[in-house]
């Protein structure tokens, strides 16, 4: 079903990332290459144990220690703040406290103290040197969540009777689905290096919100926002785990402070699997009842995750439930219980991609129980409207998305029945999934300035995590304005620019689109007022409405680009250096909902004699408006549905439950997909432009690729072995378990 009008025709482009040769050179600066003069090294020093209080901190040996600057912790870091709940550009999450603010353990790795030293070695070795004391309590860090009595879900969405008609269905499914905690582990290392000039904080730092991290820096250190800029230019990803500025940034910012010189915090990996953020643990009931010929009459959907001691963190594992399938009677529910481990944080595709693997195992299961076909079982329950919001969808073509994915993974040759398909000696399983995730648009402001000699620069405080923002807003200048990529600067990742969206929520490019494109606009406004009042111009004197700017020339409208004068001609001759255009996006549209859609089909082999399972194929179709470049869109779907092959088979994050540590805290013991288990993967982009989120019809493509991946993959391994697993990861001992399902 297509609502939102058409676009203007646009070449979809094919424009290599305009960052990768600083990349593959080397020559892109990260946060923790930076070395100011002066800078010292700080190293937390985390606590063992994961629940009770600090009863003595001994720094006497570790204060004397060569290099030592200085050793922080409660009683001498100085003022720090809390912060208000998020009422300012966007911020991203609510109340949060300040490192070190009482005595208490609430999670193991809880930053305890920090030393700063002239090197990071003796930093290192001085942090091993304070001596702890606690009282120890046993943490809970315990994996189930049932028989929690602080869990309080709240409905997130509710219509009609769904326990009515739960109970009167023909055909009901109701089981309960887990997902495990994942650690984020992007490649570049979270770091900050703080700067404190007596008066304003520099912060550089790995963050996938620059203005927001500056609005928190500046709460919890209690100055005014000016006087707090952050930098981000470059990220080895994030994957959302730095979104949020965590508490080791306002350690190397007081740090700073109070010694009056650089301060560089690299956090380490395996306190990254601590202090930084992960995907928590959930727990989702899902309930499905139809009538006998498998029309959804009932859909419960109840989920529960971790958080931590003192944050709420909510994972939205319903987000896509209310709107993916058709049906009167529907509730969704989410509640959180309380564990001794760090606060959780958004991770690729926040709650969509947890509760996907929920909704879309439990209705493959269904489909298995009505003996009908999967992606019959799903156009027979398509939507025509969001029915939870009750809100037509902008731009919805799910249909065409599972139908164009059958199509070209060869659907139509499935036999459904158990182990009954093969191919070279292997047990072949074909499972399907749908998928979706939010489309939103941010305000956002950006800022266009054409130079008289002939460059353009572009910029904004947004962020490129290696998503290809650098590169899409090149594009756009150049497709607009006819100058060449070697001519156009884009800047971005510095709180003094212009406020841009987070890298996050795969709003980027949707949010940047209408303030680039305006302040194009104006800065060719600009340059045409520049013309009309130069009498040495062709222009002089007319009015800006009779003249048009293509490749990089100024003409009248009425007559060939070919008879133009170039822009940088027009400001050297009036002596001006640049002439500068400001946009400014509006709030979303709230008329519509807005998503994208997709489709994911999966083969596995199954080997029974030696218990070998593979993900052999993938098949991806995704529904994301317009795609403006194919090259990082493409990528970002594959690296997706490997994360989705890890998600499925490979990653989890163990706490031990008697001290509560990460004990999988490192790449070697925290399994993800490599290369030798990547499937082949096929994506197809629908591009279907969605013109409600912005003029080019572009929405994003961030997170969609993963939502759908895990669930195919189990449903495809309950085709290949009998085995339904509904507790990821899966693993080779599920499929060893006896007696098994037989289904035909
Ligand atoms: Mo994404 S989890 O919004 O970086």
């Not at 002596?575 to 946009?583: D, L, V």
Request: charged residues 20%.
């Amino acid at each position: 079903m297509a609502t939102a009008p058409t676009a203007p025709p646009r070449t979809t482009g094919n424009l290599p990332r305009v960052d990768g040769q600083l990349k593959v050179t080397g020559t892109a600066i990260y946060t923790s290459d930076h070395n100011l003069p002066g800078m010292l090294y700080a190293v937390p020093v985390c606590s063992t144990i994961a629940n009770g209080s600090i009863t003595n901190l001994d720094v006497s040996t570790a204060e004397h220690m060569p290099g030592v600057k200085a050793v922080y912790h409660r009683k001498n870091i100085g003022n720090l703040y809390r912060t208000t709940p998020a009422t300012g550009f966007h911020a991203i999450l609510d109340e949060r406290r300040p490192p070190f603010e009482d005595d208490t353990i609430r999670y193991y790795g809880q930053y305890v103290a920090a030393v700063v030293a002239l090197t990071y070695e003796q930093a290192v070795a001085a942090a091993n040197a304070v001596k702890v004391t606690y009282a120890s309590e046993k943490p809970d860090v315990r994996q189930h969540f049932e028989a929690d009595p602080d869990a309080k879900p709240r409905v997130a969405s509710q219509r009609g009777d769904p326990d009515a008609a739960f109970a009167t269905a023909a055909v009901k499914i109701d089981e309960i689905y887990g997902t495990p905690v994942e650690t984020h582990n992007p490649i570049e290392l979270h770091a900050s290096v703080a700067d404190f000039d007596g008066q304003n904080f520099t912060l550089y730092e790995t963050s996938q919100a620059v203005v927001n991290h500056r609005n928190v820096a500046a709460q919890m250190l209690g100055v005014p926002s000016e006087n707090v800029r952050v930098i981000s230019r470059f990220l080895g990803s994030g994957f959302g785990g730095k979104l949020w500025p965590w508490p080791h940034c306002v350690i190397a910012a007081a740090a700073s402070r109070n010694l009056g010189r650089p301060v560089k915090l690299v956090v380490t990996r395996d306190m990254m699997f601590q202090n930084v953020g992960h995907r928590p643990r959930t727990q989702q009931r899902v309930r499905l009842g139809t009538t006998a010929d498998g029309k959804l009459v009932s859909l419960m959907h109840d989920s529960l995750n971790h958080t931590s001691i003192l944050d709420d963190y909510r994972e939205n594992c319903t987000e896509a439930t209310s709107y993916s399938y058709s049906t009167a009677n529907l509730r969704t529910t989410m509640g959180m219980v309380r564990r001794n481990i760090g606060t959780p944080t958004s991770m690729r595709g926040p709650g969509a991609v947890p509760g996907l693997f929920a909704l879309e195992s439990a209705v493959d299961e269904l489909a298995v129980k009505l003996k009908i076909d999967p992606v019959k079982l799903r156009l027979l329950n398509e939507p025509d409207k969001d029915e939870g919001l009750n809100l037509p969808f902008s731009s919805r073509h799910f249909v065409e998305c599972i139908n164009t994915g059958a199509e070209k993974f060869g659907w139509s040759q499935r036999n459904p029945a158990v182990g009954s398909m093969r191919k070279d000696g292997l047990i072949l399983g074909w499972g399907v999934a749908g998928c979706s995730w939010g489309a939103r648009r941010m305000v956002s402001e950006a800022t266009v300035d054409l130079h008289n000699d002939g460059s353009v620069r572009v910029s904004t405080a947004a962020q490129d995590i290696g998503t290809g923002t650098y590169t899409v807003l090149s594009q756009i200048v150049s497709e607009t304005t006819g100058i060449p990529h070697h001519r156009i600067e884009v800047v971005l990742g510095d709180s003094n620019l212009p406020p841009g969206p987070i890298s996050g929520g795969s709003c980027s490019t949707a949010s940047l689109v209408p303030p680039v494109l305006e302040a194009i606009e104006k800065a060719q406004q600009t340059v045409f007022m520049v013309a009309a009042k130069d009498n040495n111009s062709p222009f002089f004197e007319q009015k800006p409405d009779a003249l048009a700017f293509t490749n990089g020339h100024v003409h009248f409208k009425n007559k060939s680009p070919d008879t133009g004068v170039a822009f940088e001609d027009i400001l050297q001759s009036a002596n001006i250096r640049s002439a500068s255009g400001e946009g400014k996006s509006d709030a979303p549209d709230h008329k519509f909902s807005q998503h994208s859609f997709g489709a994911q089909f999966v083969e596995v082999t199954w080997q029974p004699e030696i218990a070998r399972l593979r993900v052999s194929r993938v098949v991806t179709v995704i529904d994301g408006g317009r795609i403006l470049n194919n090259v990082p869109a493409r990528n970002q779907i594959e690296g997706a549905v490997v994360m989705g092959v890890g998600m499925a088979l490979f990653e989890e994050t163990n706490y031990d439950t008697r001290f509560g540590a990460p004990i999988n805290n490192n790449l070697a013991d925290y399994i993800v997909t490599t290369n030798a288990d990547s499937p082949q993967i096929d994506v197809t982009f629908l591009d279907h432009p969605d013109t409600v989120v912005n003029a080019l019809g572009a929405r994003g493509v961030g997170e969609i690729g993963l939502a759908g991946v895990a669930a195919a993959i189990a449903s495809a391994v309950y085709h290949a072995t009998g085995v339904r697993v509904r507790s990821l990861p899966i693993r080779i001992e599920d499929l060893l378990k006896e007696p098994r399902e037989v289904v035909i």
